[in-house]
């Protein structure tokens, strides 16, 4: 267990009036206990409460060695896992949950009055996680650092011929040769009009003279993830092309320089946003700037229009603004953003400029 | 919407007393409307009642255009979803809720009294679910054959050098030259010792003399999912790896012989667990002797010690007994089994007497 970051947890549980709660996100666990069980459709919950009674309910499936600073609960997948936990649990106490929790288990814990009333607990999860320490920067940097290593690999893989499948094919390995673990999502890859459709998926989509070839990838290390996205163009870029990626461009680095602390992230994606709108792209941005990241590659502490919180030092988030005109072209920019004491670290490097690949 | 589906359903809650329900899961809301979303981390959601309301809840990132026969209610990310949601249940009954929805999304409809009390509503989805209709029936069929056809592939592909890792490399290359969609999960490949870690991911371990060579694979096509074990042997089979081998293949033999409509799943896991039991590997066959499966390659209704349930016509669930020697062998040998009015049509007709590769 890594009391410190319980002992933050805990503090910020305080604070709404709670003073114990179950964590069901296989990340959130890691980060307290260091230790990554990935239990899939099975549940793993670590429960922590104030007077230091913490448990880790594992299923026998993921038998571990180590002592984990823990006491470890092992259930089977025929035991009343609801039930075993509720007997940890004070039921006079407000009792937070994980967010992630399944209403299958929330239901059941009610049921079994497992707390005086339960409460989302996430957002003090998520405000101690989103605030990455030293160690976890140090990991951030490094991933970021893989990334742009691999993204100029990927860039010299396009030529004629040459489909989005077969290019999504040699993302992993390309990243694996390069000491990364693996991917952190599986990379989006789009040719042309196909990079106009956001959830687009690579297919067999043969390269043509003039597509933007839009990559949208990212590895991870150590458990922590990466995120960039480039967007390149083949043997030329029209006019209209060029006019998309320049105003994207200028909203990216007017994203990024709109980070400090304390700047709200609402503000941040107005920055960016706001230069999309005046060139006439305003309709055509249709998602959020960013998403925070850290072992999770989406991690809650969205900058978008809503979101008013102000960022902090540590936090992690991606600013990827992108203007995308269905059956034409599709043009993202992404780096990841660190927030430091008095500023901001741009933790990726390749070039952003348009490039047209010969 | 599929009507008849939506109306099994919805006479499922009724007799629980629930005539409204809101579903989250999108491979339940696939089987109900037709239409596959997959929204990542983005809620989708349907809302069902007995008065006809029917709404589908989905994010603004997921266009489409076709009529699916229900209200659609497009929502961004900086709605507040779950209070359109509210709006349209009827806050004085008793609200049936996925049990796949997250703590967040529940708290929150709680808190606003969307309904006058909340159950897990899956269990009746999931009992409909469950039971395959014909066309259902024809696409769990047509997945295992491309599962048959393509082992032979997979064994074909055992050599000298070969790491498990590369193998896993093409799995999903033979699964779409036969037909198939893609994988329905990340394949499971070990040989030798590793074979005995239930949880073990192909890794870069070189293939040696004697070692077994479990392939655990599955293939999707047209949303519907395969999977199957099968384990060979390099060169040689010792001993002890030839009983082990042997008394696997009873298992699986037995409880699938166990299988007919009425049969208890616990009894059908009884009987495949029963023999291992005698032969005196009881405590390493450490799992459930199968799961339910079709759109979801794991689906609720397990075949282990403690559900009660009987299986009926239309189930389909796989018969895989396993038994895992640490630090030496492991053997698993898995069918998938769909019961018929009369008895049961093992979908799977790849050989299973002992194999060894030279």
Redesign the interface.
Known sequence: MNDRRVDRVLARLQEQGVSQMILTDPSSIFYLTGKMITP??RLLALYISGEGKHRLFVN???PMDEDLGVEVCWFS??DDICRMMADCTDHGLALG????????H???LQGLGAGSS???G?GCVNQVRGQKDEEEQRKMIEVSAINDRAMEQFKNLVKAGVTEEALARQVELIYKSLGADGNSFQPHIAFGANAAD??HRPDGTVLKEGDCVLFDVGCRKDYYCADMTRTFFYKYADDEARKVYDTVLRANLAGEAAIHPGARFCDIDRAARGLIEQAGYGPYF???LGHSIGIDV?EPG?A???NTDPVLPGNVFSCEPGVYLAGRVGVRIEDLCMVTEDGVQILNHYPKELQVID
Chains 1, 2 share one sequence.
């Open positions: 899939g459709s026998r499936l993921f997948d025929t949950v994980d967010r992630k929790m399944t209403a299958e929330l239901l059941a339960y409460v989302n996430s956001p959830h249709i998602h959020r989406h969205d978008n229009t809503a």
